[in-house]
């Protein structure tokens, strides 16, 4: 047996009766007016009023819109707070350079989501340890001045890189890297870059806001300097790359 529906009419009666009996209540419950429409008999033209209401809803429209875009932002913001804390926290559990390299490599790879890490470190000193996306290459390569303006600036840069760059970070097949970050890794000085690679074209794209990439430079920069320092020199004989 199916349920019997509802007397819309009857409902109606019920809803005039008790705003009869209660002419505050719209009063009382000034929120409700936003979603109702009241026309105003004025033939073919608009009227004031109903401009105006049709205006206030707009505005109130755009107002939902923003805010669900500034929670949208907000929640992507603490989620990339998160990230970095996991980060940070795996990186002081790191004893030596090879550990400090796994952890980035690991945490940029699951918790960030990137489809591509590469390591270049550029020290003469190091007999550098051989680990996954990791390439040790001299600071004296010609292969750098590629990356000469994102050294000198010291800046993080977002999009499509050269051919040359590619190669250099992502070999040996940068035609799988569709867009890439590449962030300088420094303290005094230079001394390596951090790549971080998509498949999709559009993912990085040139203009997009670097203050987090900044500071997961310094954090990993940071974190690299104090093992590099310690690392033993190479063992004679060893030429530069």
């Given at each position: 047996?199916?349920?019997a529906?509802?007397?819309?009419?009857c409902?109606?009666?019920?809803v005039a009766?008790?705003?009869?009996?209660?002419p505050?209540f719209l009063?009382?419950?000034p929120?409700?007016?936003?979603d109702?429409v009241i026309?105003h008999p004025?033939?073919?033209?608009?009227?004031l009023?109903?401009?105006q209401v049709?205006?206030?809803r707009d505005?109130q429209t755009?107002?939902?819109?923003?805010?669900r875009?500034?929670i949208?932002?907000?929640?992507?913001?603490?989620?990339?707070a998160e990230?970095m804390?996991r980060?940070t926290?795996?990186?002081?559990?790191c004893?030596?350079?090879?550990?400090v390299?796994?952890a980035?490599h690991?945490?940029?790879?699951g918790?960030?989501g990137a489809?591509h890490v590469?390591?270049?470190?550029?020290?003469?000193?190091?007999n550098?340890?051989?680990l996954?996306?990791?390439r040790w290459l001299s600071?004296?390569?010609?292969?750098?001045a590629e990356?000469?303006?994102?050294?000198?600036?010291?800046k993080?840069?977002?999009?499509?890189?050269t051919?040359?760059?590619l190669d250099c970070l992502?070999g040996?097949?940068p035609?799988?890297?569709?867009?890439?970050?590449v962030i300088?890794?420094a303290?005094?000085e230079?001394?390596?870059l951090?790549g971080?690679?998509?498949?999709?074209?559009e993912?990085f794209?040139?203009?997009?806001?670097?203050?987090?990439?900044?500071?997961?430079?310094?954090?990993?920069s940071h974190?690299?300097?104090r093992?590099l320092?310690?690392a033993p020199a190479?063992q004679?004989?060893r030429e530069?790359d």
């Amino acid at each position: 047996m199916s349920e019997a529906q509802p007397d819309s009419s009857c409902s109606a009666e019920i809803v005039a009766a008790y705003l009869v009996e209660h002419p505050e209540f719209l009063q009382n419950h000034p929120e409700l007016l936003s979603d109702l429409v009241i026309p105003h008999p004025t033939g073919s033209a608009i009227s004031l009023i109903e401009r105006q209401v049709q205006v206030l809803r707009d505005k109130q429209t755009a107002a939902e819109l923003q805010l669900r875009q500034l929670i949208e932002v907000a929640q992507d913001n603490d989620r990339l707070a998160e990230r970095m804390h996991r980060l940070t926290l795996a990186l002081l559990d790191c004893t030596t350079l090879s550990a400090v390299i796994t952890a980035v490599h690991d945490n940029l790879s699951g918790a960030f989501g990137a489809d591509h890490v590469a390591l270049l470190l550029f020290d003469d000193r190091v007999n550098g340890p051989t680990l996954e996306a990791t390439r040790w290459l001299s600071a004296r390569s010609p292969e750098l001045a590629e990356f000469d303006n994102i050294l000198n600036s010291r800046k993080p840069i977002c999009g499509r890189l050269t051919t040359a760059q590619l190669d250099c970070l992502f070999g040996p097949d940068p035609s799988a890297v569709g867009s890439a970050v590449v962030i300088p890794l420094a303290e005094n000085e230079p001394y390596g870059l951090l790549g971080i690679g998509s498949g999709d074209a559009e993912r990085f794209q040139h203009g997009m806001g670097t203050t987090f990439l900044q500071q997961l430079g310094q954090l990993i920069s940071h974190a690299l300097s104090r093992h590099l320092e310690q690392a033993p020199a190479p063992q004679a004989g060893r030429e530069a790359d």
